[in-house]
């Protein structure tokens, strides 16, 4: 898989969320993923929704995705920041 394709992915199955994927192998990840829905959640429930987005392509095209999860104010202090 693309990182594009796993930014696409996740993007689409949580509204209003925003996406970085990297990735060089084509089946080991890195994502920050930011959307108004982690609001209230445990780091674990955020993660299990991202990895819901993926489905079936987690432990298959996708061997591994090192995730980071925030809501939009974080996002916007991580990428002032870089």
């Known amino acids: ?12 199955g949580i509204p209003g969320a925003r996406a970085l994927v990297h990735g060089e192998d084509g089946v080991h990840f890195e994502a920050v993923v ?3 829905a982690f609001r209230g959640m445990s780091t674990l429930k ?4 991202v ?4 489905g079936a392509r ?20 991580l990428t002032a920041a870089g």
């Open 46 to 49: 955020q993660h299990q929704l």
């Open 1 to 12: 898989m693309q990182p594009e394709q796993i930014r696409s992915l996740i993007e689409a």
């Open 34 to 36: 930011a959307a108004e």
């Open 51 to 54: 990895f819901g987005t993926l």
């Open 58 to 77: 987690m432990g298959n095209e996708i061997h591994a995705l090192a995730l980071r999860t925030c809501t939009p104010e974080e996002w916007q202090r």
